[in-house]
C-alpha cells in the first residue's frame, strides 16, 4: 500500500520506488512469560481493535527560584507530572527547560557533594567576571559563562516511562543547574508520550 502523505528523508523527497518501513512491536511487559505482545491478544480482540492507542500530556512546571548551583528537582517533578505519569505503562518522558542561563541533567540523587563538585568544575572551566574573553556582558559578567554553562549541559531531558514510573537508575535524579547568581523561577515543560 502506498503512503498518501510525501515521505521526507534529511530534506530530499522519497523516490516513489521506497515503501515506508513497517515494524512490529517486540515490547513485552516485564511479568510476561516468552510471548510477544501481539501472542497476548485473541483473534478476536485484535478484531475488535482493542490495541493500545498511543496518548499525550504535557504540563509546564514552574520551579522556585533557587540560588546558583545544581538542584535535585525529581520529587519536585514527580510531584507535579505523577497522576499523569501513572496512566502510562510504556514510554517517554520529555522535559525541556524554556532558558538559556540554566540546564537539565541527570546525575547522581544520593550523595549532595556530587552536585557541589559539579558546580566547582564548571566555574573552574568557565571563567568569569569583567576580565574574561567575553564580549556579551550587558546582563552581567555571569551571564555570558552562564549560556556557555547551558550549552554543555542542555535544555532537556528524554527519560523512559515503564510501569507509570520514570524508569531512571537507582542513585539518577533530574537536576536543575541554575548558572545566575540572581536567583529566577525556571519553566520546564514536561511531555509525556506512550501506552
Request: aromatic residues 8%; hydrophobic residues 35%; proline residues 2%.
Given at each position: 500500500m502506498q503512503a498518501?502523505?510525501?515521505?521526507?528523508?534529511?530534506?530530499a523527497k522519497t523516490p516513489p520506488?521506497?515503501?515506508?518501513?513497517?515494524?512490529?512491536?517486540?515490547y513485552r511487559p516485564a511479568n510476561a512469560s516468552s510471548t510477544t505482545v501481539a501472542d497476548s491478544f485473541s483473534s478476536s480482540s485484535l478484531m475488535a481493535g482493542a490495541v493500545a492507542t498511543p496518548k499525550w500530556a504535557q504540563k509546564t512546571i514552574t520551579l522556585p527560584p533557587q540560588r546558583r548551583g545544581c538542584h535535585l528537582i525529581t520529587?519536585?517533578?514527580l510531584k507535579e507530572i505523577g497522576q499523569d505519569l501513572s496512566e502510562f505503562k510504556c514510554g517517554l518522558a520529555h522535559l525541556f527547560l524554556h532558558h538559556t542561563s540554566a540546564?537539565?541533567?541527570?546525575?547522581?540523587?544520593?550523595?549532595?557533594?556530587?552536585?557541589?563538585?559539579?558546580?566547582?568544575?564548571?566555574n573552574k572551566i568557565v571563567p568569569e567576571g569583567y576580565s574574561a574573553p567575553w564580549k556579551h556582558t550587558l546582563e552581567g559578567p555571569d551571564d555570558m559563562p552562564a549560556h556557555i554553562k547551558s550549552s554543555m549541559f542542555g535544555c532537556s531531558l528524554t527519560i523512559p516511562i515503564t510501569d507509570g514510573k520514570l524508569n531512571m537508575g537507582t542513585w539518577q535524579g533530574i537536576w536543575l543547574c541554575e548558572h545566575r547568581d540572581a536567583p529566577t523561577a525556571r519553566k520546564v515543560v514536561v511531555t509525556l508520550n506512550g501506552v
Open positions: 498518501s502523505a510525501t515521505t521526507w528523508i534529511l530534506g520506488s521506497v515503501q515506508p518501513l513497517r515494524l512490529r512491536s517486540s520529587s519536585k517533578v540546564s537539565l541533567t541527570i546525575n547522581e540523587n544520593y550523595d549532595s557533594d556530587v552536585r557541589v563538585d559539579t558546580e566547582t568544575f564548571l
